[in-house]
């Protein structure tokens, strides 16, 4: 079955540690994602990247890092910048990135990160 | 400024009622807009989406919405809940560009038997 893969479902920081979070797509999808939820907001774009070795800063990009080596690949790194790490981060795709078109997003089940 | 209001936090209904999740936008531009479905702990499943012609756009799962641009609102409905469709619901709105979506705080939906 085709869809987007988040590793791990949960996952726990200590201070100063940087943590990586894992998604992979086999919908041969140009375009990638990653959105912080936080109980009570809406979703904020934090990366996206909409072809292979290329990305772009979203909303909330500071304290964070991203790669895009490979089309199925966005792992984002949450560095010991990012002061308060502890949200639900959801990665997703689309179609068509480099169009720009508006289209259905694809989202991964969710990685809860904490802060411990 | 560009926003999406969902003005609703949480939204109980009983089995078998009728829906009604209002969502409502500031938009400069001709809005794209979206309604997603989010269950526990899992991310978000598209419901429906309005790009242009008629205003009364149907989704999965028996939802409709209908863009009203006079009043800048996108209101998703259901004539009858079921108590799986109990969830929290995103309204998102954008322009031609998918990095550029703004999502709403959510609506939770809890179904009473």
């Known amino acids: 079955d085709g869809g987007i893969t988040q590793s791990p479902k949960y996952l726990f920081r200590k201070e100063g540690q940087n943590v990586t979070l894992s998604c992979e797509q086999n919908?041969?999808?140009?375009?990638m994602y990653w959105y912080r939820q936080d109980p009570g907001q809406g979703l904020r774009l934090i990366y996206y990247s909409q072809i292979v070795n290329d990305f772009q800063k979203g909303d909330i990009a500071e304290g964070y890092s991203v790669s895009r080596e490979k089309k199925e690949s966005f792992p984002l790194t949450v560095t010991s910048a990012q002061k308060n790490p502890t949200a639900f981060y959801l990665c997703a795709s689309s179609m068509s990135g480099t169009q720009g078109f508006n289209e259905k997003l694809f989202f991964g089940s969710g990685t809860q990160l904490s802060v411990l | 400024a560009q926003s999406v209001t969902q003005p609703d936090i949480h939204i109980t209904v009983s089995e078998g009622a009728s829906l009604e999740l209002r969502c409502n936008y500031s938009?400069?531009?001709?809005?794209?807009l979206f309604w997603y479905v989010q269950s526990p702990g899992q991310g978000l499943q598209l419901l429906l989406k309005?790009?242009?012609?008629?205003?009364l756009v149907q989704g999965i799962k028996g939802f409709e919405a209908e863009f009203k641009r006079s009043q800048s609102s996108f209101n998703l409905r259901k004539p009858s809940v079921h108590w799986s469709d109990a969830a929290e619901y995103f309204c998102?709105?954008?322009?031609?560009?998918?990095?550029?979506?703004?999502f709403g705080t959510g609506t939770r939906l809890q179904v009473f038997p």
């Open positions: 998102a709105v954008g322009p031609y560009n998918t990095d550029k979506l703004i």
């Open positions: 309005y790009f242009s012609g008629d205003t």
């Open positions: 938009y400069g531009a001709t809005p794209y």
């Open positions: 919908l041969n999808h140009d375009a």
